[in-house]
């Protein structure tokens, strides 16, 4: 019991303020939150985390909602989470473990940065622009209406003051601590809007019921050409990565039952199909709202779940609380959510010890912020399988001259395979065609056609130029095999 409460003070700023920067209705954030609390909570997969509308997911739902219109959401989430139940059915959970690190890091740090630049217009009273190299590149402008007051001042300094008691809050004392900050940042700028008359906007507020948008054939229109498709795709491999890199990092924190992957994505994707039947936004499994889970001493499946119940309660029985929150602070409380994602211990780590993990992080973040979640995520997955390959195709040549008339030693270690094939051949051209050669190959690990071929090529031009001949150490013979095997 006081861990659900504790997961629904964190949970409710939270979906109101993701929904809100996702360009739809707050209710439709909370509607999220009651699902992933009273359906996905009760599904078997992990225990503890906790489901519901995540910062994550804030950028993709923006652009969604901008290109087909708030009524083909549901469409979009509703094949998103079929998706993901096909996909946890054919037991492809346990492959999103199976991703870098640094494209990890990467894609939360361009969602970080894309959730921080988004919102400072947005507290700024300023229409945000559409791309990512807008945002940027209208930053000057931007805080020239700081300095000259042309932005929405109060509205900008309770941005700002969120920030500031998000941050500080750690540190403040333990009592005061017992009541989650995203909370108190909330309840004190509403409570200063009240006292003080301030004009700024607040949250828009319908019925629960009215932000319920079942499926219309209109909305059926955007999942059938090539850029709906790519959106569900997107909404269902980043939802699944998201959550399941949460159950990972909510599986160290605790010494109960460990996460099944499968069952999770499918849990996951049942929770996307009912959201996507009732037009809410897409979920997953939120690190912010499971850690505090965790940290409040929830046991087992039962705190989620009543959060989930305290969120239908609070929105069907309080919705006109919900108008007096405002947009500002809500704001503020997405900038230091995106400020969490940057991560900044891991930039420090990889700097000393991996900087090649730490070009694939960056040239993730940038793709992503210049282009789109999908796509930068791709291209940061495709550089760290091009590095990867790169560093475990290390071959090592080492030529030994025994002096005059005897042969040239070459021994040949690590992976020959094509990658190296440029350098492999400038050694052996090198060669001079009237010595004799000893080719040691022992030490190879794996040797792939495209080097097969070229050595027996080399080999077959310098005996046909030189009266020398070419020892080879396995046999000659032995190189066929190899080929006809694939490995050494």
């Known amino acids: 019991m006081p861990a659900s409460l504790v997961v629904f003070l964190v949970a409710v700023p939270l979906c109101v303020g993701v929904a809100v920067a ?12 009651i699902v992933g609390g009273l359906v996905v909570g009760l599904l078997p997969g992990s225990s503890l985390q906790v489901s519901g509308p995540a910062a994550g997911l804030t950028v993709l739902v923006f652009d969604a909602v901008q290109r087909f219109g708030l009524g083909s959401l549901g469409v979009l989430v509703l094949a998103a989470g079929l998706l993901q139940i096909a996909m946890g059915l054919l037991r492809t959970g346990r492959w999103f473990r ?28 300023r229409v945000a622009p559409s791309s990512g190299g807008g945002k940027i590149t209208h930053l000057p402008g931007l805080a020239a209406d700081w300095f000259t007051g042309r932005a929405a001042t109060t509205a900008l300094l309770m941005g700002a003051a969120t920030v500031v008691l998000l941050t500080v809050w750690k540190k403040l004392p333990a009592p005061v601590r017992a009541v989650p900050a995203p909370l ?27 932000s319920v948008a079942l499926p219309t054939g209109d ?30 990092a909510v599986d160290r924190m605790h010494h109960g039952p460990r996460t099944d992957y499968d069952r999770e994505l499918t849990a996951q994707g049942i929770g996307n199909t009912l959201c996507g039947l009732l037009g809410a936004l897409p979920m997953t499994a939120v690190i912010v709202r499971s850690a505090a889970n965790v940290q ?26 919900l108008g007096l929150i405002p947009l500002a602070v809500l704001g503020g409380v997405l900038i230091h959510a995106g400020a969490k994602l940057i991560p900044v211990q891991a930039l420090a780590a990889l700097w000393r010890g991996h900087r090649g993990e730490l070009v694939v992080l960056v040239v ?11 796509e930068g995520v791709l291209i940061g997955v495709g550089l760290a399988v091009a590095k ?10 080492d030529l030994t001259d025994t002096g005059p008339g005897g042969p040239l030693r070459i021994r040949l270690s690590g992976n020959a395979t094509f990658l190296r094939l440029p350098r492999l051949l400038d050694t052996l051209e ?35 130029h030189s009266d020398t001949a070419i020892t080879w150490e396995p046999p000659l013979t032995a190189v066929a095999a190899a080929a006809a095997t694939g490995r050494t």
């Open 430 to 464: 090198s060669l001079p065609s009237g010595r004799a050669v000893e080719l040691d190959w022992t030490d190879l690990r794996h040797l792939d056609h495209a080097c097969r071929t070229a050595l027996l090529t080399w080999a077959g031009r310098h005996t046909a």
């Open 388 to 397: 990867s390959a790169w560093q475990t195709s290390h071959l090592h040549i």
């Open 22 to 33: 996702s360009g739809v209705p707050a209710e439709r954030g909370l509607v999220t939150g």
């Open 364 to 374: 993730t973040t940038a793709a992503i912020v210049l282009t789109t979640l999908f």
């Open 219 to 248: 909305g059926l229109a955007a999942v059938t050409g090539a850029a709906g498709l790519g959106t569900v795709l997107a909404f269902a491999l980043i939802a699944s990565a998201e959550s399941l890199f949460s159950a990972a």
């Open 296 to 321: 409040a001493g929830a046991r087992s499946k039962a705190s989620r779940v009543l959060h989930g119940l305290w969120l239908l309660l609070f929105a069907a029985l309080l919705p006109a609380a």
């Open 184 to 210: 108190a940042a909330v309840a004190l700028a509403a409570a200063a809007t009240a006292a003080f008359g301030l004009d700024v906007p607040r949250v828009e507020v319908d019925g629960l019921l009215d």
């Open 98 to 125: 199976a991703i870098s690190l640094s494209v990890v890091h990467g894609m939360l740090a361009g969602i970080g940065l894309i959730l921080i630049l988004g919102q400072l217009y947005a507290v700024s009273g």
